[in-house]
């Protein structure tokens, strides 16, 4: 066994916990209060929770004369709050907004959960001191909490279960695989846009020309060519004259050439945009506001661990909503 304590506290590390700020006032009326994730729960009846301070905390002292303490377990946005009360900033609750409790405590909101605790017991724990305390009152939410793991925070996503087993074959996609998911959802938000692309008689470079000048209006026709090509549309000229011929685009006169949507073609843009986060609001509601968050963060960093430069970054925006 290695004595190096900070092998020892990356080992600690490997248990994920909550993040709470712990917060009491001291004798000379000052607001105190520390970020600690050494947090437990102790008894329902009484109900009882206890934390722990190391000795050579600055408000150490506070927290051993105090009568009262408040425990605040984070939310998953709060992330910045913990830094905060971590910081060697001397006061902490600057420009924040806090309640008061019995003796005085400060209190801090929109947290997941809130203690009020008057102080019961006190024990030495080694280098540190733990403090019992019994709840005199309490607030709890359904918003997610702050996780924190090998040094890092998190955020919780529900476990979806054992998935179903299916025999996997080298010639075919299985549905546990990532690829095939993805495919999945990504048709079944675009199917109802695609059925309506269908029903007005556009095919998919009448449709890329579009979304091109939509995220990017009086774009160049060379450009909108070259994006084109590049995510497997051929746009020809035939495609310039049938969108213009129906009153969707129109090319000035400028050199190079360039086109705009007409107030027609903006407005049927936006009934299939519309169509598209309609679909996408109907697959996201299947997850709570937390999980999305996570979705798209993990998507995120995907996209951007793949990205080559290529196609160019002025390329991306488009190609994203294609």
Known sequence: MSNDPRILRNALGSFATGVTIVTTRGADGQDIGRTANSFSSVSLDPPMILWSLAKTSSSFEDFRQAEHFAVHILSADQ???????????????????????????????????????????????????????EITGFEHSSTPPLVFHGGQYGRLIRHAGESTSFEKKESSL?????IYQISRVFYQIRSDAMAERRRRGWSGADYAVLTLLGHEDGRTLEDIRDIGRSRGDEI?????????????????????????????GRKAMIEIVAMLKAAEAECLALLDENEVWVLKQLLNRLATSRDTGWPPVRQQAALASA
Request: hydrophobic share 35%.
């Open 174 to 178: 299985s549905p546990d695989d990532f």
């Open 79 to 133: 992330s910045d709050i913990s830094g905060l009360f971590a910081s060697k900033k001397e006061d902490k609750f600057e420009g924040l907004t806090v309640e008061r409790g019995e003796g005085e405590i400060p209190l801090l909101k929109s947290c997941a959960a809130r203690f009020e605790c008057r102080t019961a017991y006190q024990y030495e724990g080694g280098d540190h001191i733990i403090f019992v305390g």
């Open 236 to 264: 020809t000229g035939e495609t310039i004259e049938k969108l213009t011929s129906i009153g969707l685009i129109k090319v000035d006169g400028s050199v190079p050439p360039r086109a705009h949507l007409t107030a027609d």
